[in-house]
């Protein structure tokens, strides 16, 4: 039943794009990314920022173990805005 609904939630994001406007805010694809990602990314995916690599990551379970490594290492915020400014 999980791999179903992971199926559907993909299946819906990738074709949320086709069913709203560009310049519109929220909608279905919106409405995935807050369900898988949280509030702070779909605020961020409103404003037209896309997701990052490591949301993605994240989501699969591989994205826990870099950022975990990640942090062991010190890193801080201020660094990842120089690492990815379109995500800040």
């Known amino acids: 039943m999980k791999k179903f609904i992971a199926i559907a939630v993909l299946a819906a994001f990738i074709a949320a794009p086709a069913v ?8 279905l694809g919106s409405c995935c990314v807050g ?14 920022k896309k997701l990052h690599v490591r949301d993605v990551l994240d989501l699969l379970g591989i994205g826990r173990l870099w950022s975990a490594l990640s942090g062991y290492q010190g890193i801080t915020t201020s660094e ?9």
């Open 80 to 88: 990842l805005q120089k690492e990815a400014p379109a995500y800040f």
């Open 35 to 48: 369900y898988c990602f949280g509030i702070r990314t779909v605020a961020a995916y409103n404003e037209g």
């Open 20 to 27: 709203r406007a560009a310049d519109e805010p929220g909608g």
